[in-house]
């Protein structure tokens, strides 16, 4: 795989963890809807939003270290 083709495969996937996140309180719904889950909802929410920035962030590095190199 070429370094244009790196670089475009992650910023594929940047944009696809951004759609996740605008709607990630909406695939949480039928978590939340569930009471046994109560209180939970929020600490899942915050750890996925967490966790796909760090994502976004690492592919946003990996990006620009790529394009350093071409």
């Given at each position: 795989?070429?370094?244009d083709?790196?670089?475009?495969?992650?910023?594929?996937?940047?944009?696809?963890?951004?759609?996740i996140?605008?709607?990630?309180?909406?695939?949480?719904?039928?978590?939340?809807?569930?009471?046994?889950?109560?209180?939970?909802?929020?600490?899942?929410?915050?750890?996925f939003?967490?966790?796909?920035?760090?994502?976004?962030?690492?592919?946003?590095?990996?990006?620009?270290?790529?394009?350093?190199?071409?």
């Open positions: 795989m070429g370094i083709e790196a670089i475009k495969k992650l910023e594929v996937s940047n944009q696809g963890l951004e759609v996140l605008g709607n990630l309180d909406e695939q949480l719904a039928d978590i939340r809807a569930d009471p046994r889950l109560e209180g939970l909802v929020d600490d899942l929410e915050n750890l939003y967490a966790y796909l920035k760090t994502w976004m962030k690492s592919n946003t590095e990996v990006i620009d270290l790529l394009k350093k190199e071409k």
